[in-house]
């Protein structure tokens, strides 16, 4: 399975953005899908994560009331709604799963490595 990550952009402090994340091949249904960011400068980070077993939902403490992850099995994506977007947000935004049905909790999130890595989508937030 490879990751398509889409919809980030340019957005104003205390906007909001919906990332999408498409399966290029394969199919997302059925696996745990994370969100992780990488800002300039800094490592990699999760965001949030989508359990496919169980419908459970994490979230980084960060994101925490901000960020909602969810799913579209009909249209097999995974989306990442940002709202109250803040200038610590900005980053490039990534999707990946290790095709596992589970998520684990932060800082974990992926039971295994994950498959692949998208190229990532821009979020740039400003004041």
């Known amino acids: 399975v490879q990751f398509a990550e889409s919809g980030g952009g340019l957005v104003q402090s205390g906007g909001s953005l919906r990332l999408a994340c498409a399966a290029s091949?394969?199919?997302?249904?059925?696996?745990?899908v994370a969100w992780f960011r990488q800002a300039p400068g800094q490592d990699r980070e999760g965001v949030s994560c989508?359990?496919?077993?169980?419908?459970?939902?994490y979230y980084a403490d960060a994101v925490k009331g901000r960020f909602t992850i969810s799913r579209d099995n009909a249209k097999d994506m995974v989306y990442l709604e940002m709202n109250g977007l803040k200038s610590e947000d900005t980053a490039v935004y990534y999707c990946?799963?290790?095709?596992?049905?589970?998520?684990?909790?932060?800082?974990?999130?992926?039971?295994?490595?994950?498959?692949?890595w998208g190229r990532g989508t821009q979020v740039t937030v400003v004041s």
């Open positions: 990946t799963s290790d095709l596992s049905s589970y998520c684990l909790s932060p800082p974990i999130w992926l039971r295994n490595d994950p498959v692949d």
């Open positions: 091949r394969g199919r997302l249904d059925g696996y745990a």
């Open positions: 989508l359990s496919a077993s169980d419908g459970l939902k």
